[in-house]
């Protein structure tokens, strides 16, 4: 049973906007991060955003300003919503859970549960 299930992806225009969630399956992720790495063709996974279970909020430089992450501990929920979406955006998402280490957040290693991905596409 994959423990986190993404939904939301697709295909939209430069200066476009999207909204990608994460539900939790088959387990709780209280005390635990819950964030968003993106993999594009030819390319090393990389962190997107975060959000700790005590709230605090972290971001790649690449995406600041454009994209904001919120969760619900309550339904155990990560959203990721994504405005300004350039071609460079484009690639596979995917949800993360860890208990991170504050420090080393950008680390996919920190992370123990992943999705299994959805595809976004920006058109230029």
């Known amino acids: 049973q994959v423990p986190l299930v993404e939904s939301g992806g697709g295909v939209v225009q430069a200066g476009g906007s999207l909204r990608l969630s994460c539900a939790a399956s088959g387990r709780t992720f209280s005390g635990y991060a819950m964030g968003w790495f993106r993999q594009a063709p030819g390319k090393e996974r990389e962190f997107v955003a975060v959000n700790r279970w005590s709230g605090t909020t972290y971001y790649a430089d690449s995406v600041k300003g454009r994209f904001t992450i919120s969760r619900d501990n309550a339904n155990n929920t990560v959203s990721l919503e994504m405005n300004s979406l350039k071609p460079e955006d484009t690639a596979v998402y995917y949800c993360?859970?860890?208990?991170?280490?504050?420090?080393?957040?950008?680390?996919?290693?920190?992370?123990?549960?992943w999705g299994q991905g959805t595809q976004v596409t920006v058109s230029s």
């Open positions: 993360a859970a860890g208990r991170i280490k504050p420090w080393n957040y950008q680390k996919r290693d920190e992370y123990d549960y």
